[in-house]
């Protein structure tokens, strides 16, 4: 039974004392290639269990405990919602006569879609998921309009979780028919005719429904008005479990696409031609080396965005007929980061050092003109139908609200639409990008954001953010939630670590598997940055990065815990022998490697957060942070760390678990999204030794 009593931990000046609950432990041990390797704490992947859940309520009581008795807590979370009551609006998406777009009046707990007949009509209610459930976690996932805008279909998930169920609504009626897709996961609808096409799982055991491995997924045809039982299977691969299979139609309906994968990276292609008399799949593209993706269709022709002997991506046009490649947008030094269509034209968006630049193409692939945009940040849109004449883009940075502009395609002019009104001055504040060198010699991007006037002298409150994986960027972009933390004098630093997609597959590959420990490397090559240049010291530096970035500030601190006054690891990946048994994990050995290849297991081992703890070690004040509908990084994860911390760590800083509840691997709503990133800026501040908070400087009203 899980004994509530245990062992005090010493505590600092600053902190409450904490008496810890003391973690069962069992001789469970695995033999990796002739490695012996103990898991005493393999319990706690049983998260439906009455064991684990008293654990959990036991160490969320330490938690909340110690959080309660930080006096500016509760002020934290005021100016949090303070400052995030404002409306926030999506892009408009048109179809037909109607503009469809999402709306936050400010503190809801979730978006609302709307629609109007015209930019100037009223908008109407389409679909408002505050009126789900009573706790405000019910989420709008997906909505999918069909090609006439007759019906669309759209998808909720509960409670965080990633399964979806997939409703169809009747868009002149704005009432929902009896149609109910269930357990769909990863997955959009893509219609095509009076039906679409969609992803999903067998049903998982009962009780095992967050946690068992995924397998075998396949894509079937839901037609509008029919039960689920009645769908076509579409493809299926009995001979793969561990791939994903989704399906896209292009704009005209034309060519089904079926992408397959066997996790993050790589692909292949299947298609289906309506035109053609066979009307079997073929292969378009060979995988798993490369990534392929359709962008859509010219005619006979597809467009296709690739890496194949493109590093930095370029476009290919396609005839299927013959697979023969043709460059139609060719490699640049800069990564082509995104690539759509609308009004007959080809938008591509170049990331250089980090920041957008956009370039529009004829569908013959001449260059016409570069977008100037309002400034150096990110920009996402640019997307929309054949027949468009105009479309919409939403351009943000770190001091930038993102902010919607109108984009005319044949005068090429930008204005601007809707700008967001925020309570706070971006006069007052800077970023600036610095470059450091790793410890290899690679030059690597930082972004630094902080009130003008910031001296240089050591004292700074400084969050310093990573991912560093899966060939995903850490662009500029806006977010209310830092606001409160740069207006205490911090600094948030966010580094481009390898492993993401900044600069390409080349910058990708340098961060994947045998090579992992370069994103810590460069992680720790940040904060001794960070440090030398005075920017802060390591008693006012704190590491924070989720799932993948949980990772990283494990293995970081493991390394490094003297750079480190507090971590934040979020929802991570820490049990690196295993991660591959839960739910999706195992789309992830593309990234990280697996246990199961001796090579590689040696490779993990050596960084794995949960298996490189060690009594003796200085561990900053940790907060790990999870939540109890994750069912993509499983929260034994999180659970089994914050045992194995507690047990070996001696020293006097607070090592806690805060497990949120009705929640997955991101806040499920804006309370519970404001409620632990005030208890996140709070256990940050306090353990920095910072007793009281400064009164923020806001607009004049």
Same mark, same amino acid.
């Given at each position: 039974?899980? @004994?509530?009593?245990?062992?005090?931990?010493?505590?600092?000046?600053?902190?409450?004392?904490?008496?810890?609950?003391?973690?069962?432990?069992?001789?469970?041990?695995?033999?990796?290639?002739?490695?012996?390797?103990?898991?005493?704490?393999?319990?706690?992947?049983?998260?439906?269990?009455?064991?684990?859940?008293?654990?959990?309520?036991?160490?969320?009581?330490?938690?909340?405990?110690?959080?309660?008795?930080?006096?500016?807590?509760?002020?934290?979370?005021?100016?949090?919602?303070?400052?995030?009551?404002?409306? =926030?609006?999506?892009? $408009?998406?048109?179809?037909?006569?109607?503009?469809?777009?999402?709306?936050?009046?400010?503190?809801?707990?979730?978006?609302?879609?709307?629609?109007?007949?015209?930019?100037?009509?009223? $908008? &109407?209610?389409?679909?408002?998921?505050?009126?789900?459930?009573?706790? *405000?976690?019910?989420?709008?996932?997906?909505?999918?309009?069909?090609?006439?805008?007759?019906?669309?279909?759209?998808?909720?998930?509960?409670?965080?979780?990633?399964?979806?169920?997939?409703?169809?609504?009747?868009?002149?009626?704005?009432?929902?028919?009896?149609?109910?897709?269930?357990?769909?996961?990863?997955? *959009?609808?893509?219609?095509?005719?009076?039906?679409?096409?969609?992803?999903?799982?067998?049903?998982? %055991?009962?009780?095992?429904?967050?946690?068992?491995?995924?397998?075998?997924?396949?894509?079937?045809?839901?037609?509008?008005?029919?039960?689920?039982?009645?769908?076509?299977?579409?493809? #299926?691969?009995?001979?793969?479990?561990?791939?994903?299979?989704?399906?896209?139609?292009? #704009?005209?309906?034309?060519?089904?696409? +079926?992408?397959?994968?066997?996790?993050?990276?790589?692909?292949?292609?299947?298609?289906?031609?309506?035109?053609?008399?066979?009307?079997?799949?073929?292969?378009?593209?060979?995988?798993?080396?490369?990534?392929?993706?359709?962008?859509?269709?010219?005619?006979?022709?597809?467009?296709?965005?690739?890496?194949?002997?493109?590093?930095?991506?370029?476009?290919?046009?396609?005839?299927?007929?013959?697979?023969?490649? =043709?460059?139609?947008?060719?490699?640049?030094?800069?990564? +082509?980061?995104?690539?759509?269509?609308?009004?007959?034209?080809?938008?591509?968006?170049?990331? !250089?050092?980090?920041?957008?630049?956009?370039?529009?193409?004829?569908?013959?692939?001449?260059? &016409?003109? &570069?977008?100037?945009?309002?400034?150096?940040?990110?920009?996402?849109?640019?997307?929309?139908?054949?027949?468009?004449?105009?479309?919409?883009?939403?351009?943000?940075?770190?001091?930038?609200?993102?902010?919607?502009?109108?984009?005319?395609?044949?005068?090429?002019?930008?204005?601007?639409?809707?700008?967001?009104?925020?309570?706070? !001055?971006?006069?007052?504040?800077?970023?600036?990008?610095?470059?450091?060198?790793?410890?290899?010699?690679?030059?690597?991007?930082?972004?630094?954001?902080? =009130?003008?006037?910031?001296?240089?002298?050591?004292?700074?409150?400084?969050?310093?953010? /990573?991912?560093?994986?899966?060939?995903?960027?850490?662009?500029?972009?806006?977010? %209310?939630?830092?606001?409160?933390?740069?207006?205490?004098? /911090?600094?948030?630093?966010?580094?481009?670590?390898?492993?993401?997609?900044?600069?390409?597959?080349?910058?990708?590959?340098?961060?994947?598997?045998?090579?992992?420990?370069?994103?810590?490397?460069?992680?720790?090559?940040? %904060?001794?940055?960070?440090?030398?240049?005075?920017?802060?010291?390591?008693?006012?530096?704190?590491?924070?990065?989720?799932?993948?970035?949980?990772?990283?500030?494990?293995?970081?601190?493991?390394?490094?815990?003297?750079?480190?006054?507090?971590?934040?690891?979020?929802?991570?990946?820490?049990?690196?022998?295993?991660?591959?048994?839960?739910?999706? *994990?195992?789309?992830?050995?593309?990234?990280?490697?697996?246990?199961?290849?001796?090579?590689?297991?040696?490779?993990?081992?050596?960084?794995?957060?949960?298996?490189?703890?060690?009594?003796?070690? $200085?561990? $900053? %004040?940790?907060?790990?942070?999870?939540?109890?509908?994750?069912?993509?990084?499983?929260?034994?994860?999180?659970?089994?760390?914050?045992?194995?911390?507690? @047990?070996?760590?001696? /020293?006097?800083?607070?090592?806690?678990?805060?497990?949120?509840?009705?929640?997955?691997?991101?806040?499920?709503?804006?309370?519970?999204?404001?409620?632990?990133?005030?208890?996140?800026?709070?256990?940050?501040?306090?353990?920095?030794?910072?007793?009281?908070?400064?009164?923020?400087?806001?607009?004049?009203?």
């Amino acid at each position: 039974m899980l @004994e509530i009593s245990g062992a005090t931990a010493q505590s600092n000046s600053a902190s409450p004392s904490l008496n810890y609950p003391q973690t069962r432990k069992t001789d469970q041990t695995d033999d990796y290639h002739g490695t012996k390797v103990a898991d005493p704490y393999r319990w706690l992947e049983d998260d439906r269990s009455a064991e684990t859940g008293a654990w959990v309520k036991a160490q969320n009581a330490v938690t909340f405990g110690y959080l309660e008795q930080i006096p500016y807590r509760k002020q934290l979370q005021n100016r949090l919602e303070q400052i995030i009551n404002y409306p =926030r609006y999506s892009a $408009p998406g048109r179809k037909g006569e109607w503009f469809y777009f999402y709306k936050n009046d400010g503190l809801q707990n979730q978006a609302v879609l709307y629609r109007q007949k015209g930019l100037d009509a009223t $908008p &109407e209610v389409v679909i408002d998921p505050n009126k789900l459930s009573t706790d *405000g976690t019910t989420r709008l996932t997906s909505f999918d309009l069909s090609k006439n805008g007759r019906y669309a279909a759209y998808a909720l998930s509960k409670a965080g979780s990633d399964w979806q169920e997939i409703f169809v609504m009747d868009m002149q009626t704005l009432q929902s028919l009896p149609d109910k897709l269930e357990w769909v996961k990863f997955t *959009g609808a893509a219609w095509q005719g009076d039906g679409f096409f969609y992803s999903r799982y067998d049903h998982p %055991a009962d009780g095992q429904e967050l946690s068992s491995k995924n397998e075998f997924m396949k894509v079937y045809f839901h037609r509008q008005g029919t039960p689920q039982a009645q769908d076509q299977l579409i493809y #299926e691969d009995k001979t793969h479990p561990l791939r994903y299979f989704f399906a896209q139609t292009t #704009e005209d309906e034309r060519f089904l696409i +079926l992408n397959i994968s066997e996790g993050t990276d790589g692909s292949e292609i299947w298609y289906k031609d309506a035109q053609a008399k066979d009307q079997t799949f073929k292969r378009l593209v060979e995988g798993f080396k490369y990534n392929y993706s359709v962008v859509d269709n010219a005619g006979d022709q597809l467009l296709v965005y690739h890496n194949n002997g493109a590093p930095n991506y370029k476009v290919s046009k396609v005839d299927p007929k013959t697979g023969q490649f =043709r460059d139609f947008v060719g490699e640049k030094p800069e990564k +082509l980061d995104q690539a759509n269509t609308a009004g007959g034209k080809l938008f591509v968006n170049y990331l !250089k050092d980090v920041t957008s630049r956009i370039y529009v193409y004829d569908l013959a692939g001449k260059l &016409e003109n &570069e977008v100037q945009l309002p400034g150096l940040g990110t920009v996402s849109g640019f997307g929309g139908q054949k027949e468009d004449t105009f479309v919409f883009y939403t351009f943000t940075s770190f001091t930038f609200p993102p902010t919607i502009y109108r984009y005319e395609i044949a005068t090429k002019k930008t204005t601007l639409f809707r700008q967001p009104e925020v309570d706070f !001055k971006p006069a007052d504040y800077e970023t600036k990008q610095v470059f450091f060198t790793s410890k290899d010699g690679t030059r690597v991007p930082m972004f630094l954001t902080y =009130r003008k006037g910031m001296k240089l002298d050591g004292t700074n409150p400084t969050i310093l953010y /990573g991912y560093g994986g899966f060939n995903i960027s850490l662009p500029p972009s806006f977010s %209310a939630m830092l606001l409160p933390f740069l207006e205490q004098g /911090g600094i948030y630093a966010q580094v481009n670590l390898r492993g993401g997609s900044e600069y390409g597959e080349t910058w990708h590959e340098q961060g994947m598997k045998l090579k992992k420990q370069n994103v810590f490397d460069d992680c720790i090559a940040a %904060a001794e940055y960070l440090i030398a240049q005075k920017y802060t010291s390591p008693q006012k530096l704190a590491l924070r990065g989720g799932s993948n970035g949980g990772l990283l500030v494990g293995a970081v601190i493991n390394q490094r815990p003297d750079l480190f006054r507090v971590a934040i690891p979020q929802v991570g990946v820490m049990d690196m022998l295993r991660f591959h048994k839960f739910t999706v *994990g195992w789309g992830w050995v593309s990234d990280y490697g697996s246990s199961d290849n001796a090579d590689e297991f040696k490779a993990i081992y050596q960084y794995s957060p949960l298996h490189n703890i060690k009594e003796g070690i $200085p561990y $900053p %004040a940790t907060m790990i942070m999870t939540a109890d509908h994750d069912d993509r990084v499983v929260p034994a994860h999180s659970f089994k760390y914050a045992a194995t911390l507690q @047990e070996k760590y001696k /020293g006097p800083n607070p090592v806690l678990i805060r497990i949120e509840t009705n929640s997955g691997h991101g806040a499920s709503n804006t309370k519970k999204n404001i409620e632990s990133t005030a208890d996140l800026y709070a256990f940050t501040l306090w353990n920095m030794g910072i007793k009281s908070l400064k009164e923020p400087s806001v607009k004049s009203k």
